[in-house]
């Protein structure tokens, strides 16, 4: 990964033609290697994969497993760049929402749209080898849980907040899913060609991160302190959204590979734990908590009460 910093980050995003992968990078193939590094997924974001019942089960389950947790990265980027950060990068770049922006400003949203259509079509490209090459056939739902608790949200909000709820979700989620993929490509054990997938695909994220960094730097203080109060509550039901844990594909997917009903319960309350669940969702969220800091996100009771009342740190 280049050097990244605010400004690096700007100048590429001016330069995008010459720096964005999907400019600069081949299509990744997935082929046999041979050596240390032949996990499909990362184990330390696998924890149901590393139970000792799995490991009594034999390696291929274990490796299913880890195989199935690569499914659902890729399921979960491709409907949320197709389905939420494409929607709301299009409604930036004509100028439907924040109609104040810069022309400039426009431009690059309408960068990151097309960034993130090739990145939903690099995930399913991928995972499609990944089924080719692995044989293990795909258990997931029909869209990530993410995208039914954002509809809940949003169908029980005011009507006219709903777009800056959406918004602030992808302020959220492009802000802080660089470090999540920076947990998976730097992981010495997973195959190569799965990090450089995720590599390629962070390094667009670093130059997104910027620009909603600073789209959220000139959109927050002109909002109403009303509107601050009433919007900024929702932060922590969004951000437990982007990590909900789809529990009923869990339990299908221990099934597959051979547990009982009653061990698969056993892998799922001792491997998901909820507070293993919060520790990684402080640690992947501190970035863009510290964003909301510096703007004084949290200086409103309201904001600071939700956090508390959802058992989220700020
Ligand atoms: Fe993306
Ligand atoms: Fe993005």
Same mark, same amino acid.
């Given at each position: 990964?280049?050097?990244?910093?605010?400004?690096?980050?700007?100048?590429? @995003?001016?330069?995008?033609?010459?720096?964005?992968?999907?400019?600069?990078?081949?299509?990744?193939?997935?082929?046999?290697?041979?050596?240390?590094?032949?996990?499909?997924?990362?184990?330390?974001?696998?924890?149901?994969?590393?139970?000792?019942?799995?490991?009594?089960?034999?390696?291929?389950?274990?490796?299913?497993?880890?195989?199935?947790?690569?499914?659902?990265?890729?399921?979960?980027?491709?409907?949320?760049?197709?389905?939420?950060?494409?929607?709301?990068?299009?409604?930036?770049?004509?100028?439907? @929402?924040?109609?104040?922006?810069?022309?400039?400003?426009?431009?690059?949203?309408?960068?990151?749209?097309?960034?993130?259509?090739?990145?939903?079509?690099?995930?399913?490209?991928?995972?499609?080898?990944?089924?080719?090459?692995?044989?293990?056939?795909?258990?997931?739902?029909?869209?990530?849980?993410?995208?039914?608790?954002?509809?809940?949200?949003?169908?029980r909000a005011p009507a006219a907040l709903v777009p800056d709820i959406r918004l602030l979700f992808v302020v959220i989620s492009e802000t802080l899913i660089t470090e999540t993929l920076r947990q998976i490509y730097t992981d010495a054990e997973v195959l190569p060609c799965v990090r450089a997938v995720i590599r390629d695909h962070a390094k667009d994220e670093a130059v997104h991160r910027a620009y909603f960094s600073r789209l959220f730097t000139r959109w927050w203080p002109r909002l109403p302190v009303a509107e601050q109060q009433r919007l900024g509550a929702y932060i922590p039901q969004l951000i437990e959204c982007y990590f909900a844990i789809d529990?009923?594909?869990?339990?299908?997917?221990?099934?597959?590979?051979?547990?009982?009903?009653?061990?698969?319960?056993?892998?799922?309350?001792?491997?998901?734990?909820?507070?293993?669940?919060?520790?990684?969702?402080?640690?992947?969220?501190?970035?863009?908590?510290?964003?909301?800091?510096?703007?004084?996100?949290?200086?409103?009771?309201?904001?600071?009460?939700?956090?508390?009342?959802?058992?989220?740190?700020?």
């Amino acid at each position: 990964m280049p050097r990244t910093g605010p400004k690096r980050e700007d100048e590429l @995003m001016r330069h995008w033609r010459r720096h964005a992968t999907l400019h600069t990078t081949p299509r990744r193939v997935l082929e046999p290697v041979e050596g240390a590094a032949t996990l499909y997924y990362s184990r330390d974001l696998t924890p149901i994969a590393a139970h000792p019942l799995i490991e009594t089960l034999g390696p291929a389950a274990g490796h299913a497993l880890l195989v199935q947790e690569l499914y659902a990265h890729l399921e979960f980027t491709a409907h949320l760049e197709h389905r939420v950060v494409t929607q709301v990068a299009w409604e930036l770049g004509i100028g439907r @929402m924040l109609p104040w922006q810069q022309v400039g400003h426009r431009l690059d949203a309408n960068k990151i749209y097309v960034d993130e259509a090739y990145h939903s079509m690099v995930a399913v490209d991928f995972g499609q080898q990944v089924h080719a090459h692995s044989l293990v056939a795909p258990c997931v739902p029909a869209e990530p849980v993410f995208l039914d608790r954002l509809r809940t949200i949003c169908d029980r909000a005011p009507a006219a907040l709903v777009p800056d709820i959406r918004l602030l979700f992808v302020v959220i989620s492009e802000t802080l899913i660089t470090e999540t993929l920076r947990q998976i490509y730097t992981d010495a054990e997973v195959l190569p060609c799965v990090r450089a997938v995720i590599r390629d695909h962070a390094k667009d994220e670093a130059v997104h991160r910027a620009y909603f960094s600073r789209l959220f730097t000139r959109w927050w203080p002109r909002l109403p302190v009303a509107e601050q109060q009433r919007l900024g509550a929702y932060i922590p039901q969004l951000i437990e959204c982007y990590f909900a844990i789809d529990v009923p594909t869990s339990r299908a997917r221990l099934l597959e590979v051979g547990l009982d009903g009653c061990q698969a319960q056993a892998v799922i309350e001792e491997s998901l734990s909820e507070h293993a669940h919060r520790e990684r969702l402080a640690t992947a969220t501190e970035g863009t908590l510290r964003l909301f800091r510096e703007l004084g996100v949290f200086e409103h009771a309201q904001i600071h009460d939700a956090f508390e009342r959802r058992g989220l740190t700020h």
